[in-house]
């Protein structure tokens, strides 16, 4: 039932301590990088104590990047496929103290469980990783040679804009930041901006999850580009209000990205984007969302089905199903509820669930899938219309749990008197199931 459809759409960790220090760890694995502690190197496995001051590079394997689904309807980086070494700087800040309004350095675990190679698109990544750093020259530094890199660099950062009102310049608050010190311990944003500037274009992705004091959130209202990077990186972000004193924002939109990079699937930047934002807009419903203009030109897209059943007939019924409902929510959004390629990502998650054996949500997919077929227009005799019946029926007659047989039975037993299908005595059988 997963079929393709001509639907035309288809290394090293620096950790600052936060206290001026900085420690390192190096990790190179056949797959995905993961230290064993403050100066402990990991080879494939085996671990080789009393390595200090170095860099840890994450050697990724080709199926640890495009992912073991390998979706990739668009390259992520702009040069998929790479043999340059990627880099991927992440970093967290926020003012210690009653300054504080979000929780920054709490995605970090999650951003630093996902192997580099997948943040960068590359075979090789370097991971530097800075959690409340207090001097804006060190984070400098640290950038400034991250930038050097020839290779695509993906900057995630989480943190707190505030307004310099001498200069009227966003400034990212770190530790030591005040707001009388705001000048001299906050990292200005045109510094960032300009480190990035000179880099080739399409090889720098920035993902930003920020909360604004109220100056610069007056300013966002009008001045959207306030934040805009150049012309050379692309920038991808959620930028909320600062919360009333005391509360503490989570950088959920951030964390929403490490998920689905962890899930498996190799989404585009935007899609990542539009579901990170999506799923933090109840959290967050006027958050100013940071995202480029789409791209003028056609894009030719991969096909997924072929990855998704692979994934799937592999026994990686999570990935399959999470790649899936990627892709029916980029349905949605492209051509609406009422279209048929909505209807079609249906019908793939209720063929994944059923691979999954998972009778109960596979039959309230086909139902959901025919009802949709039927909004449309479909006649119910219909092949598609018939076939989605057909294997709802065939579903709920596999489910073990009586009570949610029942609970479905009377959606299947209506939409059976409409569409009673090409097998004779469907209906009455499914009547005497229910009275049983």
């Not at 991971?127 to 695509?152: C, F, I, N, W, Y």
């Not at 409409?418 to 009275?435: F, K, N, Y």
């Amino acid at each position: 039932m997963i079929r393709r459809r001509a639907t035309g759409y288809g290394a090293g960790v620096v950790n600052d301590d936060g206290i001026g220090t900085v420690s390192t760890r190096t990790a190179v694995t056949g797959g995905a990088g993961t230290g064993t502690g403050k100066g402990t190197t990991a080879v494939s496995g085996t671990a080789v104590t009393g390595v200090t001051g170095g860099v840890r590079t994450s050697r990724a394997e080709a199926a640890g990047v495009t992912g073991a689904a390998g979706v990739t309807p668009q390259a992520r980086t702009g040069i998929p496929g790479t043999a340059a070494t990627g880099t991927a700087f992440l970093l967290a800040a926020a003012p210690a103290g009653r300054g504080r309004a979000m929780d920054a350095a709490s995605v970090l675990p999650a951003l630093a469980a996902v192997p580099p190679g997948v943040l960068t698109g590359t075979s090789t990544a370097t991971l530097v990783e800075l959690a409340d750093p207090l001097d804006p020259q060190t984070v400098l530094t640290r950038l400034r040679a991250a930038a050097a890199s020839p290779g695509p660099l993906v900057l995630c950062l989480a943190g707190q804009l505030h307004l310099d009102r001498r200069q009227q310049l966003p400034h990212l608050a770190l530790a030591r930041t005040t707001p009388a010190t705001l000048r001299y311990t906050a990292l200005p944003w045109h510094w960032l901006a300009a480190e990035l500037a000179a880099r080739a274009p399409g090889t720098t992705t920035v993902v930003a999850d920020l909360a604004a004091d109220p100056a610069v959130w007056e300013r966002l209202t009008t001045t959207p580009d306030l934040l805009y990077p150049g012309p050379g990186p692309v920038l991808y972000g959620r930028v909320t209000p600062a919360p009333r004193r005391g509360e503490l924002l989570a950088p959920a939109y951030l964390r929403s990205w490490a998920e689905l990079w962890r899930s498996g699937a190799r989404l585009p930047y935007a899609t990542l984007h539009a579901e990170s934002a999506a799923q933090t807009a109840a959290a967050a419903p006027g958050a100013f969302l940071l995202a480029p203009a789409p791209a003028p030109v056609p894009v030719v897209e991969q096909d997924p089905h072929p990855a998704i059943l692979a994934a799937a007939t592999a026994g990686r019924h999570g990935e399959a199903a999470a790649v899936a409902a990627a892709w029916e929510r980029e349905a949605l959004r492209r051509h609406g509820p009422r279209s048929a390629e909505a209807v079609h990502w249906t019908e793939v998650r209720a063929d994944l669930a059923r691979l999954a054996g998972e009778p109960a949500r596979s039959c309230e997919l086909w139902l959901s899938a025919a009802e949709a077929r039927l909004a449309l227009g479909q006649r119910t005799d219909d092949g598609d219309v018939e076939g989605a019946v057909d294997r709802a029926h065939h579903q709920w007659e596999r489910i073990g749990d009586r009570a949610r047989a029942r609970a479905l039975g009377p959606l299947l037993i209506a939409l059976r008197q409409r569409v009673p299908g090409r097998r004779p005595g469907a209906l009455a059988a499914l009547t005497r199931r229910m009275a049983e």
